[in-house]
């Protein structure tokens, strides 16, 4: 019985999604930059795909443009605005992924920025006081921070944060690549936000950013006028269609998505806690407010070795991980965790899909509870 309880690294590719890449992967070959109607056909796909994304976040078409992915697209905002804006002073968190962290940090040794980060507690949870402080002292600066941690699934209040940022005069960027599938993202809380197809049922490789009319990115990537001219390259068409796709039916789904989700966090959350009473439920994991409903994330007693279990529940069929898959197979174990400085940086993430069953992460459990010597097959549905 195969289990993929991984989905916050990457999801299963939706039949819609590939019906409607299809016709652009054989006999709609052209290139969108080329003047031929192959090219205009092509062209045609990219921007109504442009304009689909557009009003499904109510913004304008240009202020969207199409990258590679998650990790392209914060390095290209974050780079693009310090660059373009001349930004001294960014603000973020010890929880953000690495394509955040790892630019910020080597713009701040070059000596191009001066880099601070807000302090955090054991849930993973920052006092906005400090924020505005931070800005007080900072008002031209940039703050940086996710919507839905990676790794816990925190849920941030990028809305308050938004509006301390209008109100400095700073711009706010937010890392919503895990917010889209759970329908959480507000992009009118954000100068600048990111979003990756294969979070939400679409393919690898393609992902957007959202650029506020009121915010300037200098390119990331030039030798081409493609993408507004902030982009150059030749589009990945089917790969954008696909994508489109895929928003599309996470926004008409994800009512149906969220309850889904919300269901099956909750039935493995109980039986955690009944299988092995000493579970530690990380940041506000085990919540379905306070985390979204598609990621859990665990430690085990502090015998258990977290890193063998990984295989040991793959051995079995079961698909997790021991952070994001940036980080995964790390010997230093996930920065997120150890930021919250509970003894220990080793833990376990589980993530949910809207094809998740509750057999799936009752077998899951039932491994659990046997690699901590408390085996049972007792609370499933």
């Known amino acids: 019985m195969d289990i993929?309880?991984?989905?916050?690294?990457?999801?299963?590719?939706?039949?819609?999604?590939?019906?409607?890449?299809?016709?652009?992967m054989t006999g709609l070959c052209g290139n969108p930059s080329s003047v031929h109607r192959y090219g205009c056909q092509a062209k045609a796909a990219v921007e109504k795909a442009r304009?689909?994304?557009?009003?499904?976040?109510?913004?304008?078409?240009?202020?969207?443009?199409?990258?590679?992915?998650?990790?392209?697209?914060?390095?290209?905002?974050?780079?693009?605005?310090?660059?373009?804006?001349?930004?001294?002073?960014?603000?973020?968190?010890?929880?953000?992924h690495l394509s955040v962290r790892?630019?910020?940090?080597?713009?701040?040794?070059?000596?191009k920025i001066s880099l601070s980060y807000v302090g955090v507690n054991q849930n993973?949870?920052?006092?906005?006081?400090?924020?505005?402080?931070?800005?007080?002292?900072?008002?031209?600066?940039?703050?940086?921070?996710?919507?839905?941690?990676?790794?816990?699934?925190?849920?941030?209040?990028?809305?308050?944060?938004?509006?301390?940022?209008?109100?400095?005069?700073?711009?706010?960027?937010?890392?919503?690549?895990?917010?889209?599938?759970?329908g959480l993202?507000?992009?009118?809380?954000?100068?600048?936000?990111?979003?990756?197809?294969?979070?939400?049922?679409?393919?690898?490789?393609?992902?957007?950013?959202?650029?506020?009319?009121?915010?300037?990115?200098?390119p990331f990537i030039t030798g081409g006028s493609q993408e507004l001219n902030m982009r150059g390259g030749t589009e990945n068409v089917a790969y954008i269609v696909g994508m489109a796709k895929a928003l599309e039916i996470a926004f008409r789904d994800r009512e149906k998505i969220a309850t889904h989700l919300a269901a099956v966090k909750q039935h493995m959350v109980a039986l955690l806690k009944r299988a092995i009473p000493d579970i530690i439920f990380n940041g506000h994991s085990a919540s379905c407010t306070q985390s979204s409903p598609h990621l859990l994330n665990i430690s085990l007693p502090a015998?258990?070795?977290?890193?063998?279990?990984?295989?040991?529940?793959?051995?079995?069929?079961?698909?997790?991980?021991?952070?994001?898959?940036?980080?995964?197979?790390?010997?230093?174990?996930?920065?997120?965790?150890a930021a919250l400085q509970k003894g220990t940086n080793h833990a376990i993430r589980f993530s949910f899909s809207k094809y998740t069953t509750?057999?799936?992460?009752?077998?899951a459990v039932d491994l659990l509870a046997e690699w901590c010597g408390n085996p049972t097959s007792h609370g499933r549905r």
């Open 358 to 363: 509750f057999a799936e992460v009752e077998k």
């Open 51 to 96: 304009k689909t994304i557009a009003r499904l976040f109510d913004v304008s078409p240009s202020e969207i443009v199409f990258t590679s992915g998650g990790t392209e697209g914060n390095n290209m905002l974050l780079r693009g605005i310090i660059e373009a804006v001349q930004i001294a002073d960014v603000l973020t968190t010890p929880l953000e």
């Open 185 to 218: 993202l507000d992009l009118g809380s954000c100068h600048l936000a990111v979003g990756s197809a294969h979070k939400i049922h679409g393919p690898k490789g393609v992902g957007f950013v959202y650029i506020d009319a009121k915010a300037s990115v200098a």
């Open 303 to 337: 015998a258990q070795a977290h890193d063998m279990l990984v295989y040991h529940l793959d051995i079995h069929g079961i698909a997790a991980s021991t952070g994001s898959a940036c980080t995964s197979g790390s010997a230093l174990g996930s920065p997120v965790i």
């Open 124 to 182: 993973g949870d920052f006092r906005l006081e400090e924020v505005a402080q931070w800005l007080s002292e900072h008002p031209n600066g940039l703050v940086s921070c996710m919507q839905v941690n990676h790794e816990m699934g925190n849920i941030t209040d990028v809305v308050a944060i938004g509006q301390l940022c209008q109100s400095a005069g700073a711009f706010f960027h937010s890392d919503t690549i895990q917010a889209i599938y759970c």
């Open 4 to 24: 993929y309880l991984d989905n916050a690294a990457t999801t299963q590719l939706d039949p819609e999604v590939l019906a409607a890449m299809l016709p652009y």
């Open 102 to 111: 790892v630019p910020l940090e080597a713009l701040a040794k070059a000596g």
